[in-house]
Structures are given as C-alpha cells and as structure tokens.
C-alpha cells in the first residue's frame, strides 16, 4: 500500500489530479483507465484487477491510497462540530476516548476520518448508525493498529487528520506529491 496526498486544491475535481500522478507514478499507468462505481458508490478501475484505489478530499488537500486489494482513505479538515454531534455518533468508548485527551474537535475529527475510511475500505458507505462503525481508537497520534483483520494508520497535519485502512499495513508517511493543478 501507498499514501500520496496533494495540497493546493481550489476545486474539487482536481484531486483527479492526484489519482493520475499517483496511478502513474505507483503503477505506471497512465492515462486513467475508465472508471466505474460500486452499487454504493465506491469507485474503481474498469477491468483493472488488483489495482484498488481510495481517494479523499477536505479544502485544499487531497489523499489517494493505493493498494492491490481493497483499500479506503479519509481526510479531514479539524473545525468545532456542533456540541451535540459526539454524543449522537460516537460509541461509549470513543466518547471516553475523546474526553481523556486535549483538543476535543482535533480527536473528534481524528475519530471521523478513521470512521470514514473503514466505510470507504468496505464500499458500504455511512449506511447504518456511526455509533456501531468499530474503529481502533489512536493512543498517541501516528500509529498503525490492526482491528477486525484491518490494518489502520492515523495521519495528521496542520489543521487536518487523516486515516487509511486496507488489509496490508498502511506506510508510515505520506508521500506528497507536487504538481501543476488544472
């Protein structure tokens, strides 16, 4: 598995952007071949076995994980949440989690991005409560943890938090990439 990210994005589309430099650069493949999306919207190659990819967003950044077998990926930009927000999707645990440690909305988001990346490995999406999305919970910042045979990496920045989930080990750092964006 490989992490690329990519800072600067002024829209949305551009972290296509990112997924072609990344396919081009990890696989050497390049242009993009077609692309489809599963029955609940996660996107993959058309026709392009064991070449599985994730790709997120969140104000300028951009995250791609790559990988040859499922993979998801998630960034967040940290902001305050409504106070109610952890009490209604968080699970007793993760609350516990979040009132132990410093920075609240820093671990809140912390705790979204793995949630999300979980959901974004298996495809299904945020389909049911996220209270029951069973993540492991970071005990200091970046480390890999295994849960439910799902190898997990926490990623963090200036004013962001990150997560990629796959059943290989997740690398230590990401590697950004610079370009010149559309």
Not at 71 to 100: F, H, M, N, Y
């Given at each position: 598995m490989v992490v690329y990210g990519m800072e600067g994005l002024r829209e949305r589309r551009q972290a296509y952007d990112l997924l072609a430099a990344a396919a081009k650069e990890y696989w050497g493949l390049s242009p993009l071949p077609p692309m489809e999306r599963g029955e609940k919207g996660k996107p993959s190659f058309l026709g392009e076995v064991g070449r599985e990819f994730n790709l997120?967003?969140?104000?300028?950044?951009?995250?791609?994980?790559?990988?040859?077998?499922?993979?998801?990926?998630?960034?967040?930009?940290?902001?305050?949440?409504?106070?109610?927000?952890?009490?209604?999707?968080?699970?007793?645990?993760?609350?516990?989690?979040?009132?132990?440690?410093?920075d609240r909305w820093a671990r809140f988001t912390q705790l979204w991005a793995l949630k999300e990346c979980r959901v974004k490995y298996s495809g299904e999406g945020l389909t049911r409560s996220i209270a029951d999305i069973r993540v492991p919970l970071p005990a200091n910042g970046r480390e890999g943890c295994v849960l439910d045979g799902l190898c997990y990496r926490v990623y963090q920045g200036e004013g962001w938090r990150a997560a990629v989930c796959g059943r290989t080990t997740p690398p230590e750092r990401i590697q950004w990439i610079t370009s010149q964006m559309s």
């Open positions: 997120t967003h969140s104000g300028s950044l951009a995250l791609c994980a790559l990988d040859s077998a499922p993979v998801g990926v998630d960034i967040q930009i940290i902001k305050t949440w409504r106070p109610s927000l952890p009490g209604r999707v968080c699970a007793p645990e993760e609350l516990a989690w979040l009132e132990a440690g410093e």
